[in-house]
């Protein structure tokens, strides 16, 4: 082992020690690009340094933290995997399940992606007729970014994040709030947003009709992307559906009880 690769290794160790990261899920090279990012930021060149900094000023964990887990989403991003989920899975979704209806957003940001999915079901059920039936609705929305899932919990967000959704939801689901929009209350009431570390924690619960976990998982390592897809093939209830990252593919044991439905959008179902 070279001496950076020692020193790269050693500060992964303290990291993970001190912030409740799980480093080793991730892959090296994305590490080490984000982490690089703090270390410009705080005007120091080798990671023996960087080191020194996190003991001097504890508030850069934080900071390094929501670095390493940094997001990019927008309402309705990557149109045709909503279309398709707009169409077939969430109709048979909620004629499947009379009662309860259950969605995890894992790796939700700050929450663009699980209130999309809300405006998705209100939808359909308003389409049915059964507008009521929203009360039925949970959707988890979970991440390790504080600042993001802050946003989330808040539901506030600048106009320019509207532009991909459909104008009519626009309009329907959100109220203007100063320079900004506000999903409306009767559809965040629905979203139960809260942190976890998908390489570590548990599921929030068990029996998800729907997981969307989109490009979240093409960062970590295989072993843990495994651990991961195995997780969610356990917190599926029987004939439920997994969505992934169109650059994402299935890997380990979960492969085994996850059917490929669509290559292109990455939808998988659980055997019945």
């Not at 933290?65 to 909620?94: Q, S």
């Not at 929305?141 to 994040?161: H, K, M």
């Not at 992307?225 to 969610?232: I, L, N, S």
Request: include cysteine; charge should be positive; aromatic fraction near 8%.
């Amino acid at each position: 082992m070279t001496a950076d690769e020692a020193a790269f290794a050693a500060l992964t160790r303290k990291i993970s020690r001190e912030a409740g990261l799980t480093l080793a899920a991730y892959k090296d090279k994305c590490l080490r690009r984000r982490i690089a990012v703090r270390m410009r930021a705080c005007g120091v060149k080798t990671y023996s340094d960087y080191q020194a900094v996190l003991d001097r000023i504890p508030a850069e964990y934080e900071r390094l933290k929501d670095a390493i887990t940094i997001n990019v989403t927008r309402f309705y991003r990557n149109a045709e995997t909503w279309n398709l989920m707009r169409g077939d899975l969430i109709r048979e979704i909620c004629q499947a399940n009379h009662g309860e209806i259950r969605v995890w957003s894992a790796g939700c940001s700050s929450g663009e992606e699980p209130y999309t999915l809300t405006m998705l079901i209100a939808e359909h059920l308003e389409q049915q007729g059964t507008p009521e039936r929203l009360g039925h609705l949970t959707v988890d929305a979970t991440d390790i970014d504080r600042q993001c899932l802050e946003r989330a919990r808040d539901g506030r967000y600048r106009r320019e994040a509207l532009t991909e959704l459909p104008p009519v939801w626009a309009e329907r689901y959100f109220e203007q709030d100063g320079d900004e929009c506000r999903v409306i209350e009767r559809l965040r009431q629905r979203v139960q947003v809260r942190a976890a570390d998908l390489s570590n924690d548990p599921p929030p619960r068990h029996n998800y009709h729907l997981i969307l976990c989109r490009n979240v998982v093409i960062y970590f390592e295989r072993a843990a992307q495994e651990r991961v897809f195995a997780t969610f093939a356990r917190a599926l209830a029987p004939g439920g559906f997994l969505v992934l990252g169109k650059v994402e593919t299935l890997f380990g044991p979960a492969r085994d009880r996850l059917t490929l439905l669509d290559p292109r959008e990455r939808v998988y179902r659980l055997s019945a």
